[in-house]
């Protein structure tokens, strides 16, 4: 049964460089059995092309390492916070990727800025708050989960309608009934990310337009009955 | 017959996750037989990796499946309405590609900015008006061909000239003579919006320039008498 | 000998897409032989995936088809005039690649932005002056290469030194001693435009810096004797 | 022993490309023995499709050939000098990255914005002073290796907890423990550069949110007892 589960992880957290969602070996996804008490996770710093099933770690909701000889993530006290908050979760995926990055050096939440959004995200995405210098120096990844739940609270927001957030200064996590689920909203975040930054920074001060002249040219010199572009003539 | 079309229509399909035009299971392309009445279209939510010909689901002009077991595309109603207010088109395209929505997102039509989007669109790919409360929470997707059909309408566009347009806050339809047509433009619509938004943001504020020095150095360092970068000495 | 400088002309044509220069069928290539006062160039509005050596036509330096069964380019008596204008160059190449297709619809010459423009470009790499309405309607494709060589004949630039112009509104045309170092120029051409691109826009305006407290964190999570990512333990 | 190091170099070398850190034949990384005293290199203007492990240069910490049939890269003072200055360095790469480029054109340094940035860099990446004419003229790679120098020197910076800069108007070294560990730097360089660009340019001044009416619809078409986007209804 656990091999079915580290299976289901490895191939979850194989499916992050597959969309192009990590660099290097940054980047873990993490799915739980609610009726064990145990969740799977990638291990620390292995290198996504010698991951195999069965390096896939196997914790209890404490974090401490069930099954598995590798360490697990050092973000694994994220996931299992996370997994005592919000009890119907069944996976968790975080990673650096690029375009959420963005807006969480910037502190920023991801708006909700068309309907590709929406068909995923009910509103925001929101930002964490900052941890302060006591919240990184102490326990750093229990207070990251922490500081995520506290957004959530705080301004009454469902994990299941909105399925991810920004960790501060840091960057997206994501998740969702099980890790395949939370790998397609990190894969949703990133380019609803993408197409907000355009649509934000798209600026209308300068006039861009050909004239009609040139217009009429190229389109009627490849569009009707004077059209002398390619092989067929009309 | 039909089996050509589901076919054709297959094959019209796949060329958008081929040219990167789409994420995850979003995009549909449908193509007409005005003959017959119908029209082929993508099934709802099928991932393009395992879509096959059989699963193409044909439509009448209202809509309702003819043939084929699974749901079709939810934007089916707009691909109807276009067919019924357009007798010329022949195949439709509706994807979530990234540089199109930026622009969609923000409400602005896609301008002609240079003799690339000239050979294609013969003037801006216009954006239809946002919809009312009222258009969304009815039957939105006939709303939203609606609300295409009015600003072509309105603003004495022809649709053969300018084959595509941005459905606000939401993302581009494009059409054409058939199903590859219309994806042929829906690729040419999203590369002109990634030019354009780069010509609308250029700023010349600063002076980016190397000093000539810097420029004689590296330039002669490769070129003429005295190079001495690479194999071949002159 | 013909079939030699097709073979090398189709090579330089595909050259194009496998360095991501090309949308659809956009984009030509040619290259000259100057004993027999011909060249070759790509066939007009043929898909690369579909074009063969064979395909290839030869043309005089009037731009008249001397061999072949196809259309030669549309741009053919762009690329006749420059070679008659030029003795020196051996190969043009016509893009529509995004980045420097940016700077060609702002009317902005590419600036010498840094050492990597610098190997290749002795100098900004100027922008044609818009043609008229007179030209456009007229000879476009002989007036577009004029406009090319007033340019630097005004400014009195080497063509040699700086291998590569924007046409107006257009995009960019690049040349060499041979149609493969005039794709290498076009290569180049693109990429000097986007790292400019990313310079000229780069706004220090907003303090991005993380606090110190969370870099110490972050670094020594990794680095040094209480390291506790990764797999080994130091 | 060499073949070993020159094969070490060579897969270093070949892993710029498959990062997507360069272009044609941009870039070089080197690896010392410090034992032997002696240093292999990319060979200068070899395209790295025909790169071959024997094409491997030797030099010594003076910069001259040790072994090898072909001319070094041009930048071997750079990569000798700095091996002589830093003896804790085991291998060096230059690229000429996109992203890195962009912000050593604009003569900024890289600033520590994220987290992302701290896993690896202890602070911004600075960059180097600008070389004066006389530098430039005169031993151009020997005083771009002083200029780098000059910077860690002057501002304390530690080589080993920031492994890399970018050269004035030119673009990123970095550096690390060998020549693996020094590609490992060059990637997390030039990603943390996109990531920083993004954030720094990041535009509120537009609200880009869709209404909530439309927020409801999409989102609601998608989740929920009402759902008809797919195949599988609720």
Redesign the interface.
Same mark, same amino acid.
């Given at each position: 049964m656990l091999e079915e589960l580290k299976q289901t992880v490895y191939e979850a957290n194989m499916a992050l460089p597959a969309n192009n969602l990590v660099?290097?070996t940054?980047g873990n996804v993490s799915q739980i059995d609610r009726d064990k008490g145990v969740f799977a996770i990638k291990?620390? %710093?292995?290198d996504y092309n010698a991951l195999k099933p069965e390096d896939i770690v196997i914790v209890d909701l404490d974090g401490h390492v069930v099954e598995g000889n /590798?360490?697990p993530s050092?973000d694994t006290p994220t996931h299992a916070f996370l997994y005592r908050h919000w009890p119907d979760i069944g996976g968790i995926v975080h990673t650096?990727s =690029?375009?959420a $990055? *963005?807006? *969480?050096? *910037?502190g920023?939440a991801v708006?909700? *800025?068309?309907?590709? @959004?929406?068909?995923?995200?009910? %509103?925001?995405v929101p930002v964490a708050d =900052?941890?302060t =210098?006591e919240e $990184?120096?102490g326990a +750093?990844e229990l207070n990251t989960g922490k500081s995520i739940a506290r957004v959530f609270d705080r301004d009454h927001i469902d994990p299941m309608?909105i399925p991810g957030v920004l960790t501060n200064?840091? %960057?997206p996590f994501t998740w969702g009934e099980n890790a395949m689920a939370a790998v397609?909203n990190a894969? $949703?975040l990133d380019?609803v990310s993408?197409?907000?930054?355009?649509?934000?920074?798209?600026?209308?001060a300068?006039d $861009? @337009?050909?004239?009609q002249? /040139?217009?009429?040219?190229? +389109?009627f010199? =490849?569009?009707g009955k004077n059209a002398?572009?390619?092989?067929v003539q009309s």
């Amino acid at each position: 049964m656990l091999e079915e589960l580290k299976q289901t992880v490895y191939e979850a957290n194989m499916a992050l460089p597959a969309n192009n969602l990590v660099t290097l070996t940054w980047g873990n996804v993490s799915q739980i059995d609610r009726d064990k008490g145990v969740f799977a996770i990638k291990p620390s %710093g292995v290198d996504y092309n010698a991951l195999k099933p069965e390096d896939i770690v196997i914790v209890d909701l404490d974090g401490h390492v069930v099954e598995g000889n /590798l360490n697990p993530s050092s973000d694994t006290p994220t996931h299992a916070f996370l997994y005592r908050h919000w009890p119907d979760i069944g996976g968790i995926v975080h990673t650096h990727s =690029k375009w959420a $990055v *963005a807006f *969480a050096q *910037a502190g920023m939440a991801v708006p909700a *800025a068309g309907t590709t @959004h929406a068909d995923t995200f009910y %509103g925001d995405v929101p930002v964490a708050d =900052k941890l302060t =210098k006591e919240e $990184v120096e102490g326990a +750093y990844e229990l207070n990251t989960g922490k500081s995520i739940a506290r957004v959530f609270d705080r301004d009454h927001i469902d994990p299941m309608a909105i399925p991810g957030v920004l960790t501060n200064d840091h %960057g997206p996590f994501t998740w969702g009934e099980n890790a395949m689920a939370a790998v397609h909203n990190a894969i $949703v975040l990133d380019v609803v990310s993408e197409m907000a930054y355009h649509t934000m920074t798209l600026d209308t001060a300068t006039d $861009v @337009h050909v004239p009609q002249y /040139l217009l009429d040219k190229h +389109y009627f010199r =490849k569009h009707g009955k004077n059209a002398y572009y390619g092989q067929v003539q009309s």
